[in-house]
């Protein structure tokens, strides 16, 4: 049982959540591995929604039928690997040992609610594919395209503890969504700067990645190319594995706080 202390919510009602994800992962470092089978997992279904691109007409139901069934492949695997890190994270806060097959053998039990969410995510991205063609015609491309951005991303802020919700309490869609958006009127906006905090850590790692990629290219040297390559990859590789397993800690311990808070 997770209490006020361990949630980080004081008598203000101010939170910690970032300084103490950092401490659960660091405490805890089996987490790393999480990220690395989700990214192998959802692989092959973005490499066949390239393939598909590259292949099929467009226009055609071929097209559109393999497109959508790609994408509630995506869906429902995404869900999938963020339920596993959820149990895990889940563990580690309440201070249980954290058992990487046990969290994989738990999120495989509850394959009917990640297929609900997963069914969920794939009508919101028909929607918003239909909303921007809708638009398209109406205010052109670039404004259609800017608006569907900013109804996609309201939708993953919004959207952001939802899963946990499902996934550690059992409770329904509706149920989720109405605590995930009690949770975002309660935080003081730590879950909307949550969702994308992590990704400043990658966009630093990417950006000398490059640089150090194109002087090596510029320079001739091909194995000194190949080599300063694989290190880029392997830095930004490992700084979004490790940004990743946070936001995911980060995730489970808004919820249980603003549920504490809450009771």
């Known amino acids: 049982m997770i209490d006020e202390r361990s949630t980080g919510v004081g008598m203000t009602g101010r939170m910690r959540p970032v300084r103490d994800a950092l401490r659960v992962v660091g405490g805890n470092k089996r987490l790393l591995v999480l990220p690395l089978p989700a990214a192998v997992g959802l692989a092959g ?5 390239i393939a598909l691109e590259l292949a099929v007409p467009s226009g055609t139901w071929v097209r559109a039928a393999v497109g959508v069934g790609n ?4 869906s429902v695997l995404g869900a999938y690997f963020s339920a596993v890190l959820i149990h ?17 053998r738990r999120a495989a039990r509850q394959w009917r609610v990640l ?46 503890l939802v899963l946990p919700a499902m996934v550690l309490d059992g409770v329904g869609i509706r149920e ?14 730590t879950v909307l700067r ?3 905090i992590f990704a400043v850590p990658v966009l630093l790692a990417l950006l000398p990645a490059l640089a150090l990629t194109v002087l090596a290219v510029e320079a001739g040297d091909w194995p000194l190319t ?4 694989c290190a880029a990859l392997v830095l930004v590789a490992g700084t979004a594995m490790l940004g990743a397993t946070v936001s995911g800690v980060l995730r489970v311990r808004l919820y249980r706080a603003t549920a504490v808070a809450a009771a």
């Open 115 to 160: 297929l609900r969410w997963g069914l969920l995510g794939l009508l919101v991205n028909v929607a918003l594919q239909m909303f921007r063609r809708a638009l398209g015609s109406l205010l052109g491309e670039l404004a259609a395209t800017l608006l569907g951005e900013l109804l996609g991303a309201l939708w993953a802020v919004g959207s952001y």
């Open 226 to 229: 190949i080599a300063v390559l």
């Open 71 to 74: 994408v509630l492949v995506l």
């Open 45 to 49: 279904p973005t490499a066949g929604a």
């Open 176 to 189: 989720a969504t109405r605590r995930s958006t009690r949770a975002l009127a309660e935080s003081g906006g």
């Open 194 to 196: 949550a969702r994308w």
């Open 88 to 104: 895990a994270a889940d563990d580690a806060l309440s201070g249980r040992p954290v058992r990487l097959g046990s969290a994989y």
